[in-house]
Structures are given as structure tokens and as C-alpha cells.
């Protein structure tokens, strides 16, 4: 009887055990699983924080510095060239006391008028608001078209000699497909509410009128760019009949028309024209949710809606 008493309480201690040590591991699992959420979280986080992050102790400048502020890419309202950002970036650079002068870094083929006008009149307006401050633009690989129509308003212009410059002209493309549609047996079906309404439709035939409607409107535009161009850079423009026909030039040949100034870097204009040489990037950064956001927006527009741009390249 002892006997059959000591193996019960033996195997009660040894389920009791047994349970334990099962409990113990579904703890240890639990906080193991804990862990590797928390270190995957991390990781997804840790780039995020650094990538809205970047510029940021640039904004906090230590002494008199020079500013700068790129302008790269295509410029368009929903890129990292657009008015908006560029705008937000020359702001701030300004704004800060211990600028001493600002250099936009200029590295794009061109885009949007509209962008195009609203930088141009930003830096008109900054360059009275603060006289003190020097605007600067110092191109890079290239500035064209709406590049140029903005670095236009900039009290000097820098570049390499080897840099390309110009481009200053209008232009609207894209494609016909009527002839396609006739062979594949499709019928255009098209219908508005008045006349013009569906000018330069794609899939109809062109019309004289249309094109003729077109081409007086980027006449518009482009005496627009002419005019900002001769009011930015004044009696420094030795103008040439190709000047304002689309060409575009070596940076040789453009200080040459008085397209620019002189040759130099960034650096070479700060240490040497400024005189003072620490850089301090105000470039605005967006962070990666907003660039998710900007690309999966552009991919809906382009793929889903019509586009008929008018573009400065």
C-alpha cells in the first residue's frame, strides 16, 4: 500500500514537472517570437527614421555657411524638382541667419512651364527680400529648358565647361493611332459637348485647326520663357539667332553667349565667391511612406487618366 502511495506521489512530482518545463518552453517561445517581431519592426523602422531624417541636422547648421538646394530630375508638380519642394528648400535656407548665400545646384533636362514660372518668381521675390544673401546657380551634367528657365532668375549662373545648357523651347509630343485602329478594325467612338472638345484626340484623325490651335499656344509659352530669360539675365546675353530656337550648348559655348556666367563647383563658389566654404544641404527630403505614396499616385495618373502635357525640354 506504502509502496502504490510512494509511486502516486512520484508521478504526480514527475507530472508536475513535466508541466512546468512545458510551460517554461511556451514562455521562452512566446517571448521568442516577441523578439523577432520587435528586431523585424526595427529593421523596417530604422531605415524610415533615417530616410525622413536625411537633411535634417543640415537644418541646424553650426556657424555662417553657404546654403544649397538641388534641382534634379524632371520637374514636374509631383517630383522631387517640383515648386513645392524646391520652394520649401530655398525658404528655409534663407531664412536662417548664419546663411550667408544660397546655391541652387542645377541637374535636370527640364518640364513643366508651370513649375518652371513658379521657382523663377520665388527667387525674384527671395533675392529682394533678402539683398543681402546672393542667389547662385551652378549646373552640373545639365540644365535645360524649365532648368534654365528657373536658374534664370539667379543673380549669377556657374557651370563646366563640358556641362549642357539651353534647350530653350516648347515642346508637345505623343502619338496617332488612327492608322492602327483601321487596320486592326476598330471603331474610335467619340463623343463631347462642344466642338473642340476633343482636339487632338489620338485615336481621331488630325486637324489643321487643331495643330494650328496647338502651335499658337506654345508660341505663348514659349515668348513667356523668352521674355523671363532676357529679364533674368539682361544685357549679359549676346543673343544669336539660334539662341531661343531649342538648341542647346557646352557650357563653353554658353558663357560664350552669356547663357552663363563663369566655370565653377559648388565648392569652388562657396570657398572662393562666398567665402565660405562649409556647404549645408537644405534640400528637402521626403521620407519613404511619402515616396510609396508619390509613386503609387504617379502610376494611377499615368496608367489610368488621360495626359496631354505641355513640357519646357
Known sequence: ???????GWERDLVNKLAFSAISEQRKARRWGIFFKIAFLLYLITLPIIFI?????????????????VNLSGIITSDSDASADVVVAGLRDALENKNSKALIIRANSPGGSPVQADYMYNEILRLRKKYPNKPVYAVVTDVCASACYYIISATEKIYANKASIVGSIGVLSNGFGFVGSMKKLGIERRLYTAGKNKGALDPFSPEKPEDVAHMKDLMSDVHQIFIDSVKKGRGDRLKETPDMFSGLFWSGSKA???GLIDDFASSGKVARDIVGKKEIVDYTPRKNLLDKLVDRLGASIATNILPSNK???R
Open 310 to 312: 505641355l513640357i519646357i
Open 1 to 7: 500500500m506504502n509502496e502504490e502511495k510512494n509511486e
Open 52 to 68: 525622413s531624417g536625411e537633411g535634417v541636422s543640415s537644418s541646424l547648421p553650426v556657424g555662417e555657411h553657404t546654403a544649397l
Open 255 to 257: 558663357k560664350e553667349m
